[in-house]
């Protein structure tokens, strides 16, 4: 770890580059994807387990009263995305395809993602009661309103249909955990004590959902099927986007006068989309359409905002550490003129 930081390598980046590496070299298959389904599966479920251990009940009430920070959230997922994949129709045909513009399109008008929202949150000591609630209502919405955006924005031969296995999902792995964290909160305390098992869930739940990620993409030839020309464009496309996100969702929480914690929520919460939302709605808002080129901006995207929101956790961990020790030494400081 002292090499890393004299290097000044972030642990954390490199975690997730081995599990790229993993995923490309060894993806699984069969029997092993459902294993790593069910693995991301119950690691996500212990993760909101101690999310919810950690949290003071106030703590988590008030993360429900937070109406400024989950409205802004909202709007930026359900309102601004959507306008900037609108605008992006000007780049047809000179820089995408109709079918890769079909596909940005698609991936503007998805949901905030819950496990890694939150996660990031957690690393870089933000409101982790806020992105909770934050990141869980925009996937309980975005079962009804994606695909009514969907139909009102978009040419689909596909029904769109709203499957209540989705609400369901999301209780079961999500909230239930969260809620059985706050019950026994008191006999999990003595976990809570060591740092180093909250830093294992969150970083470890991320790199499964990373791997599963990648995984998917290798199993399923997404990137066979697209010229190396085109792929840069989305790449492009999609960097463009995530960046435009980030700044205004940081000048906007700024403007709106949020502290610090709730500019990390509504910067994680508010830029990223879902893979695990939008895969499984594809495959019925799409029926007919090229499914593999149509979610090809989305993997894209999905593995793009992974790797550049982990470095943004990381950095602000970092400097969140450097305010505590600074602050532990001034009040030392304090303490020895006193005495």
């Given at each position: 770890m002292q090499l890393?930081?004299?290097f000044r390598i972030d642990a954390f980046m490199l975690g997730l580059l081995a599990a790229?590496?993993?995923?490309?070299?060894?993806?699984?298959?069969?029997?092993?994807?459902?294993?790593?389904?069910?693995?991301?599966?119950?690691?996500i479920g212990i993760l909101f387990l101690l999310y919810g251990a950690r949290l003071k009940p106030r703590e988590a009430l008030d993360g429900l009263k937070h109406w400024r920070l989950h409205?802004?959230?909202?709007?930026?997922?359900?309102?601004?995305?959507?306008?900037?994949g609108l605008a992006l129709r000007l780049l047809v045909p000179s820089v995408l395809t109709d079918d890769l513009y079909t596909g940005v399109l698609y991936l503007c008008l998805l949901p905030s993602t819950v496990q890694s929202s939150i996660a990031f949150t957690s690393i870089a000591r933000g409101n982790v009661?806020?992105?909770?609630?934050?990141?869980?209502?925009?996937?309980?919405?975005?079962?009804?309103?994606t695909p009514l955006l969907v139909m009102l924005l978009m040419d689909t031969t596909g029904q769109a249909t709203v499957s209540m296995g989705s609400i369901v999902a999301i209780v079961l792995q999500l909230l239930l955990p969260f809620l059985a964290g706050q019950v026994l909160r008191k006999p999990l305390q003595v976990l809570m004590r060591h740092a180093t098992v909250t830093k294992v869930v969150d970083r470890g739940s991320v790199y499964l959902v990373v791997y599963s990620a990648f995984s998917d993409s290798m199993v399923e030839h997404i990137w066979g099927g697209i010229s190396l020309l085109s792929l840069l464009a989305v790449v492009v496309v999609c960097i463009a986007v995530?960046?435009?996100?980030?700044?205004?969702?940081?000048?906007?929480s700024r403007l709106l006068g949020f502290d610090r914690g709730d500019r990390i929520v509504m910067i994680f919460c508010g830029s990223k989309k879902s893979l695990a939302s939008g895969l499984p709605m594809a495959t019925v808002l799409f029926a007919g359409h090229p499914?593999?080129?149509?979610?090809?901006?989305?993997?894209?995207?999905?593995?793009i905002q992974l790797f550049v929101c982990a470095w943004l956790a990381g950095r602000w961990e970092r400097q969140a550490d450097a305010a505590a020790e600074s602050e532990a030494a001034d009040e030392e400081s304090v303490a020895t003129e006193v005495a």
């Open positions: 890393l930081a004299k790229v590496l993993v995923a490309v070299v060894l993806p699984a298959r069969g029997d092993a994807a459902g294993v790593l389904s069910w693995a991301t599966k119950i690691a409205s802004s959230v909202l709007a930026v997922t359900y309102l601004v995305f959507p306008l900037i009661a806020g992105a909770v609630v934050s990141a869980s209502l925009s996937n309980l919405l975005g079962v009804f309103v995530l960046a435009a996100v980030l700044a205004l969702t940081t000048v906007a499914i593999g080129l149509i979610v090809l901006p989305l993997m894209i995207f999905h593995q």
